[in-house]
């Protein structure tokens, strides 16, 4: 049994690219969640989402960033014209349920040049 | 919304030592807490969990208790070995999500 699943494991981008994170969750798993952590810190929460719903998404900035989970395919991240603050690692989670535990990712480390 | 103290941010002990670290949270709503192990550029890792009806719970060398009243939790580690040399961070899961401590990096001295 797999486990969640993210690509690409390394990304950079110059400012004003877009950046694209994708999570594959756990097999059975239709809850996923995204979180960022910057360097020497803790885990940031972003976004909840159920398959074609975003359920939670307070901890995302309003501007540039979103965040889908089609009913087909993975859950995709996707930020636009990149800043060098937008640095960081993006790790999804998926759940069986909510409340449940969650597995994480290896992550997504983006680097804005 | 929840705010999930964590003490101390660094924790070194000799190798058999015993580690403790304690996370705060302030809303009572609150009802899951796992813990989670960081190794350097590594993926967050469950290493135990314990929910609101619980007060304490117990995997070998890995304790949480919880204290409800005062919303408080602990980590115990006994017999530390080099290999829990790691960042851990408590978490609470609120409404929907969990909110996480800022962390406690862990040294094993051998």
């Known amino acids: 049994n797999a486990g969640v699943m993210q690509n690409p494991r390394h990304l950079v981008r110059r400012r004003g690219q877009e950046a694209r994170l994708r999570c594959s969750p756990m097999k059975g798993h239709s809850h996923v969640y995204w979180y960022r952590q910057l360097p020497e810190e803790g885990l940031k929460f972003m976004v909840y989402?159920?398959?074609?719903?975003?359920?939670?998404e307070s901890g995302m900035p309003k501007e540039r960033f979103s965040a889908e989970f089609p009913k087909e395919g993975p859950s995709i991240l996707r930020i636009q014209q990149v800043v060098r603050g937008d640095s960081a690692a993006y790790f999804c989670a998926s759940s069986p349920s909510e409340g449940n535990e969650q597995f994480f990712g290896p992550g997504t480390r983006l680097t804005v040049l | 919304g929840e705010n999930v103290e964590q003490h101390p941010s660094t924790l070194s002990v000799q190798e058999g030592d015993s580690a403790v670290i304690k996370c705060t949270y302030s809303d009572s709503a609150s009802n899951y807490f796992p813990w989670y192990k960081q190794e350097l550029g590594k993926r967050p890792q469950l290493i135990i969990d314990i929910r609101s009806n619980v007060g304490e719970k117990k995997d070998q060398r890995i304790a949480v208790t919880l204290n409800k009243t005062a919303k408080h939790f602990s980590l115990h580690i006994t017999e530390t070995q080099p290999e829990d040399s790691a960042v851990y961070f408590c978490a609470a899961h609120n409404t929907d999500k969990l909110i996480f401590g800022t962390g406690t990096r862990l040294q094993v001295f051998p």
């Open positions: 989402l159920q398959k074609e719903n975003i359920i939670d």
